[in-house]
């Protein structure tokens, strides 16, 4: 059974309470900025002119993401594989939606609101970090803010190690080599290249 209209969705899952929206401001409370310093990681979602998604994860050392105003974020960019699905995304529709996480804290900040790319070389210097200035920088003007409970990571135990498996590893090698007719020395050869990629490039 599809759900098509509002009223069904809510005779499912009911309606908010009536305190729940007053939780999201159009700007950074002193909560959300304290949870920015200490964010390593975010993912941003960025649609297309055809509604095309993209969801891209970006990480640094806490605090990489910067407010100079409590309207205002800035996100740098390090050296990726160049495909640049959010950035051109950004370019179309100028929109992004934004989750913050803090390790071993169970809630989330989510921040929506319309973005643009700056490439100013002295703005760039100031999000040096490995010893390199930023590749491109983000700037979003926050339309709506607010905090997401923890029910979420509770049930997955994101944060909790006696449930986490044995480190893994993703082999780009393995399935770009199937993808090219290649075999499994060129698996190898490209597994290494990423390797060697991430201790030179970051």
Not at 57 to 67: L, S
Not at 112 to 125: C, I, Y
Not at 134 to 150: D, Q, R, W
Request: hydrophobic content about 45%; glycine content about 6%; some cysteine.
């Amino acid at each position: 059974m599809n759900i098509t209209s509002e009223q069904h969705l809510r005779s499912i899952i009911g309606a908010p309470h009536s305190i729940t929206a007053t939780k999201k401001t159009d700007h950074l409370t002193d909560e959300a900025m304290a949870f920015l310093a200490r964010s390593p990681f975010l993912i941003m979602t960025t649609v297309a002119e055809d509604l095309q998604l993209d969801a891209s994860p970006k990480g640094d050392a806490p605090g990489f993401v910067r407010a100079p105003d409590a309207q205002t974020l800035i996100i740098p960019d390090r050296r990726g594989n160049k495909l640049a699905d959010g950035h051109l995304n950004v370019l179309k529709t100028g929109r992004v939606g934004l989750i913050f996480l803090v390790p071993n804290t169970r809630e989330t900040l989510r921040i929506n609101g319309k973005a643009r790319l700056t490439a100013d070389p002295a703005a760039l210097a100031t999000f040096s970090a490995y010893g390199r200035p930023a590749v491109l920088l983000t700037e979003v003007s926050i339309e709506e803010c607010f905090f997401h409970c923890g029910k979420a990571l509770i049930r997955s135990k994101l944060w909790d190690m006696s449930a986490w498996d044995a480190p893994g590893q993703v082999s780009f090698g393995k399935m770009l080599a199937q993808a090219n007719g290649g075999d499994a020395a060129m698996a190898e050869a490209i597994d290494q290249s990423i390797s060697d990629d991430y201790i030179e490039n970051l």
